[in-house]
């Protein structure tokens, strides 16, 4: 569904010339940093995927478990939060830019799964990327509607359930395989990005799609399907993806004024920042509980006063493009001003 939601973003990749960027039109300055923030995320996500490696045990026996283990897991853990934050800053730009690295660094289980079951989640092939160490490192913590879920997808064919490494060959295999896998998709995709700049265009469409996709986010955990599932936080991810929009809103700036549209530019980082502090309010890194008997298509009073009903209902409002005052709406408004068009 992630894929459906970024599919209008077009992207044309353009190589820079030489030359003092203070000449640049603002135009071509904000390529320029846009790319500067888009290499120092993925520096960051890669330094933190390379952190979790040097945490993971020792392969022994018994591998290695959130019990035997905790100070290690605690590690890993923390290092995870620094790479799904890394990535959330820049998904919009991966995803175009980079689409078989993005499946295979934060595609969901399910699907990995239309290819067939992961017999062994440990080897670095088959389910890969941050969920794949993800339902390993929050094995004994997975909520019973994400199993339920997961298990569904493929009714006569072995699933495997999220489970700890439990000995020397799978605590290996995590280590350097499952995790250095991630670690090598993810420098060869800094080797790739390092000639290429985002097209200002693209870029800015991708400030769009980092809003409207706090909804999607949100939508899909009704049915226990959003990404970061295991570890149950998927808020964390959504504040970091808007903070990644917000930065990407900076870089134009000095564009918008240069147009006259400083104003505009100004609002839309003050309805950035109300959602921003509608996040700030909720507690902890998790998504509020969805309501008994939830139906998006038929949602009651009672569910809609509920904070998953307001938020669901907050972030369908502003991401809607047919609703002309919505956040959407007035970002693709703003990007007409600057001759973009968000198809």
């Known amino acids: 569904m992630k894929r459906l939601a970024y599919a209008w973003i077009a992207l044309w990749l353009v190589a820079l010339g030489g030359g003092e960027s203070a000449r640049l039109p603002e135009s071509q300055r904000v390529t320029l940093e846009v790319k500067a923030y888009v290499e120092a995320e993925m520096a960051a996500l890669e330094a933190a995927t390379r952190e979790l490696q040097r945490a993971a045990p020792v392969p022994d026996a018994d591998g290695w478990s959130a019990a035997s283990d905790p100070a290690a897991v605690r590690s890993m853990r923390a290092s995870w939060g620094r790479m799904r934050d890394a990535y959330e800053h820049i998904e919009a730009a991966v995803t175009v830019l980079f689409p078989e690295t993005d499946v295979a660094i934060d595609a969901r289980y399910e699907g990995f799964a239309e290819d067939g079951p992961d017999r062994d989640p440990f080897d670095g092939r088959g389910v890969t990327g941050m969920h794949a160490i993800e339902r390993i490192l929050w094995a004994d913590r997975v ?24 000995d020397a060959r799978q605590a290996a295999g995590f280590r350097d395989a499952l995790v250095q896998r991630m670690i090598d998709d993810v420098a060869a995709m800094r080797r790739a ?29 009704a049915t226990a399907e959003e990404e970061s599932r295991y570890a ?61 008997g939830w139906d998006p298509d038929a949602i009651t009073e009672a569910q809609r006063s509920t904070p998953y009903g307001a938020l669901y209902t907050w972030l369908g409002g502003e991401s809607d493009l047919e609703r002309e005052a919505s956040l959407a709406s007035m970002m693709v408004r703003a990007g007409q001003r600057l001759g973009i068009e968000v198809r």
């Open 232 to 292: 149950d936080r998927t808020l964390a991810d959504m504040r970091a993806n808007l903070e990644g929009g917000r930065v990407l809103l900076g870089c134009f700036r000095p564009w918008f004024r240069e147009a006259g549209r400083e104003a505009l530019a100004g609002e839309i980082d003050r309805r950035m920042a109300r959602i921003q502090a509608m996040y700030a309010a909720l507690p902890g890194d998790s998504l509020p509980a969805v309501p008994v």
């Open 193 to 221: 990005f390092g000639p290429l700049a985002l097209d200002p265009a693209a870029a800015w469409r991708g400030v769009v799609s980092s809003v409207r996709e706090q909804h999607e986010k949100v939508d899909l955990a």
């Open 143 to 166: 909520r019973p509607e994400v199993l339920a879920f997961e298990a569904s997808l493929r009714e006569g064919t072995v699933y495997t359930a999220p489970a700890y490494p439990s």
